[in-house]
């Protein structure tokens, strides 16, 4: 038997040094942080979503992100630290004075700043899913090989198709040019977008009025809230009229021929700027509008 003297006595266990680490609560700010989140994250991990999750207008999961609480529009640091966050998703254009506030308060933030192909997205779909854990990054892993064997589907479909002379007007005074989501959208669909190869423009830029009126437009891509979530038109209803309407009166766009001719390519309204992996049933969907010929033997949509 051996008797040790003089040992100081072990202090008393510590029920909390055993403790499981603090559950991830995650709060998105923006529309296209709230698709990946939505994704790849366990639904316990979701703290709050943006105040556009649930807007069919902006997101691509507006159905679903309808089960979980939202921020306020303008929210504050503290409405958005009142959900107890653990790590917050922002955006390169998230109010710079609201991310420096979280920060301060010891809040992890993610700030995602590449969106603008379907390259960024699979980057930000593995960032987000590092922070959730293994099961987030089988998740997003499985996810990114889906798209890219629709992305070769369609790769395949398009195979030498000419391309379909665009662009994409706005009643805000902008037009989409290189570095852009509708330039991305062209790059996977076949078509031509004449802001970038005839105007020279980057990025969301002012239209050359002037200029446009010589541009050869094929067709002008629209969006219609009457094809929200691939909902056919109600009957009696005609969608691209209703899309071009504000066009009609507006120059230069009511000078274009394709304008007047009703030649129109009509996206729902989030595919145009989609900055997720959503962005791929937009790809199809703008494939689709302008080369109605590849896709004669499946069923319209």
Known sequence: MFLFLGLPALPPLNPGAL????????????????????????????????????????????????????LDKN???????????????????????????????????????????????????????????PEAVGRAERLIAGCETRVAALRAKMAGAKPVRVIAPSTYGMIPGRDSTFQDLCDHAAAENLAATLGGLRGHAPPPSEKMLSWPVDKVVLVSGALRNGARPPAGEDPVQAALAPFLKLPPYQFMPAVRERRAALLEPWQISCVSHHRVTAYERLARELHPGRFASEPAQ
């Not at 698709?35 to 999750?53: F, K, M, V």
């Open 19 to 70: 403790a499981a680490p603090p559950q991830l609560r995650v709060v998105s700010q923006t529309v296209g942080n709230d698709e990946l989140l939505l994704a790849i994250a366990a639904p316990s991990q979701i703290a709050a979503l943006s105040h556009l999750a649930a807007e069919p207008d902006f997101s691509a999961v507006a159905a679903q992100a309808a089960a979980f609480p939202k």
């Open 75 to 133: 929210a504050t640091a503290e409405g958005l630290l009142a959900f107890s966050p653990t790590l917050v998703l922002f955006s390169d254009y998230s109010r710079a004075e609201l991310v420096a506030q979280i920060r301060r308060a010891g809040v992890r933030i993610l700030v995602i700043k590449n969106y603008h192909t379907l390259a960024d997205a699979y980057g930000n779909l593995r960032l987000i899913a590092a922070e959730l854990g």
